[in-house]
Nanobody, 121 residues
Framework: QVQLQESGPGLVKPSQTLSLTCTVS??????????WNWIRQPPGKGLEWMGA???????YYSPSLKSRTSISRDTSKNQFTLQLSSVTPEDTAVYYC?????????????WGQGTLVTVSS
């Protein structure tokens, strides 16, 4: 069964770049026909889809975050990464990685546990 685990710093200073890594086990990010997504949930708010990378390496981004977001992958480690530049306190959220069959839709039931990232000086 596919399992995902987020990792990275829990505290980022304003104007810096937030970087997170999702390690995937139980399935290959290069051969499984999934979208590999990043989703976040700010405190007291709903889930926000940020973007995804496919098994072929194609990337898709939320229009509201596209200018600051970069998703990449390390196939040798079966990992994909999120970079969010120029962060502000509004970027404080629990960040999740999750597989789906349609980008921002048809998510599988198994997500990463999520990791809280706080943007503060």
């Amino acid at each position: 069964q596919v399992q995902l685990q987020e990792s990275g710093p829990g505290l980022v200073k304003p104007s810096q770049t937030l970087s997170l890594t999702c390690t995937v086990s139980g399935g290959s990010i290069t051969t499984s026909y999934y979208f590999w997504n990043w989703i976040r949930q700010p405190p007291g708010k709903g889930l926000e889809w940020m973007g995804a990378i496919t098994h072929s390496g194609s990337t898709y981004y939320s229009p509201s975050l596209k200018s600051r977001t970069s998703i990449s992958r390390d196939t040798s480690k079966n990992q994909f990464t999120l970079q969010l530049s120029s962060v502000t306190p509004e970027d404080t959220a629990v960040y999740y990685c999750a597989p789906s069959q349609g980008g921002r839709s048809n998510f599988l039931e198994v997500w990463g546990q999520g990791t809280l990232v706080t943007v503060s000086s």
